[in-house]
């Protein structure tokens, strides 16, 4: 069984900081990409920030300058530091992981549950 629960969400006003956090655990060999996800009301889910193991990152325009991904790979943790934020960082949160449950096994991707984050005055 593999779980990744995510915590950190809130409500905070616009110009706040949040940092949410992903911990992942179970039946784990190694994870290629952890990732970072929202969904507006209404809206499809957007990319983010992703990480790789490697150490490479990915932002969407929208949160350019102002949000960083960082991960712990050997507590298998992907961060995400909020800040400046605004109203229209509005959503649920989710995080992602891409991994294997052993070297042969193909990979996998699973989604945690989701962390409300609300920007609001």
């Known amino acids: 069984q593999v779980q990744l629960v995510e915590s950190g969400g809130g409500l905070v006003q616009p110009g706040g900081s949040l940092r949410l956090s992903c911990a992942a655990s179970?039946?784990?060999?190694?994870?290629?990409?952890m990732g970072w996800y929202r969904q507006a009301p209404g809206k499809q889910r957007e990319l983010v920030a992703t990480?790789?193991?490697?150490?490479?990152?990915n932002y969407a325009d929208s949160v350019k300058g102002r949000f960083t991904i960082s991960r712990d790979n050997a507590m298998n943790t992907v961060y995400l530091q909020m800040n400046s934020l605004k109203p229209e960082d509005t959503a649920v949160y989710y995080c992602?992981?891409?991994?294997?449950?052993?070297?042969?096994?193909?990979?996998?991707?699973?989604w945690g549950q989701g962390t409300q984050v609300t920007v609001s005055s």
């Open positions: 992602n992981a891409f991994f294997k449950r052993s070297p042969l096994r193909v990979t996998e991707v699973y």
């Open positions: 179970g039946s784990i060999f190694s994870i290629n990409v």
């Open positions: 990480h790789t193991s490697g150490g490479i990152t």
